[in-house]
């Protein structure tokens, strides 16, 4: 099977600047499309950012300019680069990836991360 493991989050002040990471592990021939999400206290869970194996990125519209997504296809490991961090980023930060297995023929699967809380304080 396969894992997304997360790391990087924890508490910062408002303004502030967190780096998360997810690298993906197991029977991987190929990553199309990685996303982070996030989901609040309270409201449901939302696309971030998300970057096709090409590297195209796309953004919400809350994040643009502050926020950016990469993506290091070698290591199967997407990062989210934040900055400018706002009280209301607080949310858990889940990561997202559609994966090729392998060998080949034995299909696609979508595969969560277990998320990351990132807090900021104002």
């Known amino acids: 099977q396969v894992q997304l493991v997360e790391s990087g989050g924890g508490l910062v002040q408002a303004g502030g600047s967190l780096r998360l990471s997810c690298a993906a592990s197991?029977?991987?021939?190929?990553?199309?499309?990685m996303a982070w999400y996030r989901q609040a206290p309270g409201k449901q869970r939302e696309l971030v950012a998300g970057?096709?194996?090409?590297?195209?990125?796309n953004y919400a519209d809350s994040v643009k300019g502050r926020f950016t997504i990469s993506r290091d296809n070698a290591k199967n490991t997407v990062y989210l680069q934040m900055i400018s961090l706002k009280v209301e980023d607080t949310a858990v930060y889940y990561c997202?990836?559609?994966?090729?297995?392998?060998?080949?023929?034995?299909?696609?699967?979508?595969?969560w991360g277990q998320g990351t809380l990132v807090t900021v304080s104002s």
């Open positions: 997202n990836a559609e994966v090729i297995l392998a060998p080949p023929g034995v299909g696609y699967i979508e595969v």
């Open positions: 197991g029977n991987i021939r190929r990553i199309n499309a």
């Open positions: 970057i096709s194996n090409g590297g195209n990125p």
